[in-house]
């Protein structure tokens, strides 16, 4: 479901579906424009050719001295001769005429409306739909037409196969169809090519910034289309100076770390040979002003490179080492590990994790009786994280009492040895990358450090 969204939410489905949208749009349009123009045009040449057979029949008749209609019609059409073809003419009295023609083919009357109904027009003539001898629909054109001078008038009725008309342009339609259809898929499928082949740039570029945030590449490489090539380059340039932004931050850490290694020592040093409860209180307060100074050190450090160039370190590894080292310093403490088989990769320095798992776990081996459980669980695979759980039988932390828990320097019970700034240390570690940090009730009955870190994928 999630892939189905990505791709509806893709530039190459956007472009493809107007495209799209558009061709069908505009192939309905031209196949109606055409079906139209063609309908038009059949019609037009059935009448032309209904009113040539009409004129055919007229010049083709004539009257007796005794008034009876004479003359043998023959319009060059073998369907006029084809028993109940729809295509029929017949010649009928009307005044001071007798008798009556009619083709080989009408061998029935077709029954004619009134005047009243349909009438005649200027030209008198007129036309009408009727039903033809096997069920076809014929159109039947009409006109009555002086024979001579004495005024004898007979009635002219030539009748073309309706049904037949419409079957062919039904036909015609089908085809056009057909055809319309045919070239549209390909036309559309060769759209949606050329569209897919034009973004394919914009889906190296991505694969590169990946690459980049992976760790496995410096910089965007390769030949981009001119439209592509200057995003590049700018790109290129942000991660240079990026990257001279991190250097120079490195340097200064490590300028302002060596400024103050010298000072602290000299203080240390004094406080243990001045000695007494003066010089205890002096050590315990530079040491504590070394690790400040270390922490803010290694939240700046940190700070440069977050956002930049992201680092690979693999958790299982890690948390296995660590498990190994905290395991022979607290050798009454059994510390199980469960890992998923696969890897998983941390996205940070190796050292900030093991400076992260090394306070979780020195908290819980210190407030645990027994048991120190540690947990990696794959996480959100959409938000690309893992969770990282430590639990311990300890007594456990109140739920009230979890936030005092992770402010820096305070401590829940002044029993044991520590400055509080274990869990501290790793709330503001976790915060700098990005994650989140909870603190619950575990099932051994201590305390469950519940920590989400962002992961890569290989």
Excluded at 93 to 102: A, D, I
Excluded at 124 to 137: H, K, M, N, P, V
Excluded at 288 to 298: G, K, N
Excluded at 349 to 372: F, P, Q, S, Y
Aim: charged content about 25%.
């Amino acid at each position: 479901m999630s892939s189905i969204k990505r791709w509806l939410n893709s530039l190459t489905f956007r472009v493809v579906a107007f495209s799209t949208l558009w061709a069908i749009v505009a192939l309905v349009v031209i196949a109606t424009i055409i079906a139209t123009l063609f309908r038009q045009a059949s019609e037009r040449g059935f009448e032309s050719l209904m009113t040539a057979h009409l004129f055919n029949l007229i010049s083709s008749v004539g009257v007796s001295d005794d008034g009876a209609l004479v003359g043998s019609p023959n319009l060059g059409d073998l369907r006029f001769t084809v028993p109940r073809s729809g295509w029929y003419w017949a010649v009928e009295p009307v005044e001071e005429v007798s008798g009556q023609l009619r083709s080989l083919s009408l061998t029935r009357d077709v029954p004619s409306p009134s005047v009243s109904l349909v009438p005649f027009n200027a030209a008198f003539q007129r036309s009408y739909i009727a039903d033809g001898l096997a069920g076809e629909t014929i159109e039947v054109f009409e006109t009555e037409y002086g024979l001579d001078g004495e005024n004898r008038v007979a009635r002219f009725r030539v009748m073309g196969n309706r049904t037949e008309l419409e079957a062919d342009i039904s036909a015609f339609e089908r085809q056009l169809w057909l055809y319309l259809f045919i070239f549209g898929v390909g036309m559309i499928a060769i759209n949606a090519l050329a569209i897919v082949i034009g973004l394919q740039p914009l889906r190296r570029v991505r694969t590169a910034l990946a690459e980049i945030r992976a760790g496995s590449a410096q910089r965007l490489d390769g030949n981009f289309p001119v439209e592509i090539a200057p995003l590049a380059a700018e790109t290129n340039e942000l991660i240079d100076g990026n990257r001279r932004i991190v250097e120079r931050s490195r340097t200064q850490v490590g300028n302002l770390a060596h400024s103050l290694k010298t000072p602290l020592a000299v203080l240390t040093n004094e406080a243990r040979a001045l000695g007494g409860k003066k010089g205890v209180l002096l050590a315990e307060q530079a040491e504590a002003m070394r690790m400040q100074v270390e922490h803010y050190l290694q939240r700046a450090r940190m700070a440069a490179q977050r956002d930049t160039i992201v680092f690979r370190t693999p958790v299982k590894a890690t948390l296995e080492r660590m498990v190994r080292v905290m395991g022979k310093l607290n050798p009454h403490i059994d510390m199980v590990l469960d890992a998923p088989a696969e890897e998983l990769i941390f996205a940070g320095e190796r050292e900030d994790l093991e400076e992260l798992v090394g306070n979780l776990l020195e908290n819980a081996t210190k407030w645990g009786r027994e048991r120190v459980r540690i947990a990696v669980r794959a996480g959100d695979e959409q938000k690309h994280s893992f969770q990282l759980l430590v639990e311990d039988d300890g007594p456990g932390i109140p739920e009230e009492d979890t936030r005092e828990a992770l402010t820096r320097g305070r401590r829940l019970d002044e029993s044991k040895p520590g400055t509080g700034l274990g869990l501290a240390i790793v709330a503001d570690l976790v915060k700098e990358y990005g994650g989140s940090l909870q603190l619950g009730r575990s099932d051994l009955g201590g305390l469950k450090a519940t920590v989400t870190l962002r992961r890569l994928h290989d």
